[in-house]
């Protein structure tokens, strides 16, 4: 299991991180069970919100995607969305997942118990 909290997958922010943070970041994570990632924004709201270190539903998928991850909970949501959001959200993130192959992808909710 891997927990990813306050994450920004993109470009936009200004971070002191190596030039090949993204593959150590992918190795880091390559095989996981289960991957817990950040995902406050939709691909939209980022526009506006780059370098505030969170990312979105499409780059946690990209991410779990290329790393081969088993499942992907999505967590970390914005206050401002409702339930109705979250869930536009991951089907948006589902979609995405199915295309790319076998990855499960679920929203975190409050009192959520996972096993692993």
Same mark, same amino acid.
Request: net charge negative.
């Given at each position: 299991m891997v927990y990813v909290t306050d994450n920004?997958?993109?470009?936009?922010?200004d971070y002191? #991180?190596?030039?090949n943070w993204r593959q150590e970041f992918v190795r880091f #994570?390559?095989?996981v069970d289960l991957?817990?990632?950040? @995902?406050?924004?939709?691909?939209?709201?980022?526009? &506006?919100? &780059?370098?505030?270190g969170h990312s979105t539903n499409?780059? $946690?998928? @990209?991410?779990a995607v290329e $790393?081969? @991850?088993? &499942?992907?909970?999505?967590?970390?949501? &914005?206050p401002e969305h409702d339930d109705a959001a979250v869930d536009r959200l991951l089907d948006q993130a589902r979609e $995405? $997942?199915?295309r790319a192959g076998?990855?499960?992808v679920t929203a975190a909710t409050e009192g959520m118990q996972l096993t692993l």
């Open positions: 920004e997958l993109g470009s936009g922010g002191d #991180v190596g030039p #994570v390559t095989g991957l817990i990632h950040d @995902a406050m924004y939709s691909p939209d709201e980022l526009e &506006r919100h &780059r370098g505030w499409l780059e $946690a998928v @990209a991410l $790393a081969g @991850a088993k &499942r992907l909970v999505l967590f970390h949501h &914005r $995405a $997942a199915s076998k990855l499960e």
